[in-house]
């Protein structure tokens, strides 16, 4: 499991959906990130294509209790002391699609070739050095922002972080944060 003295732990990952413009250019910085093996670990969806432009992010929410390392029968999926959950270790991971499965978010893929689950892991290699996720350096919308809760709250005064989701009857708490309009109908704040 890797780790680091230099993470920042109150530095934040908070998406905010509204700002996407589809341009993908975080698809195209993710995999420029050597540790992907030229892969994109986030990717853009069009939310309804034929009606609309609307696009929306997914990357890994990186979850306090991850569905995908719980049901790994390998233990390949870590989750470090900062929260990051980490994509399949190579020489552990069977690909047996357990995690691409049990996520509620859809994140984790598995790579046909390889034989293996890969997801996002918050581009630990930067982030561990201080560095920005290759994807928040380069959205021109700021739908993907890196830095402290003060420092998103200044640019979206409209808007509150949110990091618990509802699937049916289970709570899942994440580390990644989306940002949802004042007022709005979410559920819950943390």
Same mark, same amino acid.
């Given at each position: 499991? *890797?780790? +680091? #003295? !230099?993470?920042?732990?109150? %530095? $934040?990952?908070? @998406?905010?959906?509204?700002?996407? @413009?589809?341009?993908?250019?975080?698809?195209?910085?993710?995999?420029?990130?050597? #540790?992907?093996?030229?892969? +994109?670990?986030?990717?853009?969806?069009?939310?309804?294509?034929? &009606?609309?432009?609307?696009? #929306? &992010?997914?990357?890994?929410?990186?979850?306090?209790?991850?569905?995908?390392?719980?049901?790994?029968?390998?233990?390949? @999926?870590?989750?470090?002391?900062? $929260?990051?959950?980490?994509?399949?270790? #190579?020489?552990?991971?069977?690909?047996?699609?357990?995690?691409?499965?049990?996520? *509620? =978010?859809?994140? *984790?893929?598995?790579?046909?070739?390889?034989?293996? %689950?890969?997801?996002?892991? %918050?581009?630990?290699?930067?982030?561990?050095?201080? !560095?920005?996720?290759?994807?928040?350096?380069?959205? *021109?919308?700021?739908?993907?922002?890196?830095?402290?809760?003060?420092?998103?709250?200044?640019?979206?005064?409209?808007?509150?972080? &949110?990091?618990? =989701?509802?699937?049916?009857?289970?709570?899942?708490?994440?580390? &990644?944060?989306?940002?949802?309009?004042? $007022?709005?109908?979410?559920?819950?704040?943390?």
């Amino acid at each position: 499991m *890797p780790s +680091s #003295t !230099k993470y920042d732990q109150q %530095m $934040g990952f908070f @998406i905010d959906m509204q700002r996407c @413009i589809g341009c993908h250019a975080c698809e195209m910085a993710c995999a420029e990130c050597e #540790t992907n093996g030229q892969e +994109s670990m986030i990717h853009i969806h069009y939310v309804e294509r034929a &009606v609309s432009t609307q696009t #929306t &992010v997914q990357v890994c929410m990186h979850c306090e209790d991850p569905a995908c390392a719980n049901v790994c029968p390998a233990d390949a @999926i870590s989750k470090d002391e900062f $929260g990051v959950v980490h994509t399949a270790e #190579t020489s552990r991971c069977i690909g047996c699609s357990n995690c691409v499965l049990a996520c *509620p =978010f859809g994140v *984790p893929q598995k790579q046909e070739k390889a034989e293996l %689950m890969m997801k996002c892991n %918050m581009c630990y290699d930067r982030t561990s050095a201080g !560095k920005k996720p290759m994807c928040a350096t380069v959205c *021109p919308s700021q739908a993907l922002f890196y830095g402290t809760r003060e420092e998103i709250e200044k640019k979206r005064p409209d808007s509150v972080p &949110v990091d618990t =989701f509802f699937f049916g009857e289970q709570e899942v708490k994440t580390k &990644v944060k989306i940002m949802m309009p004042k $007022g709005s109908n979410y559920l819950k704040v943390q």
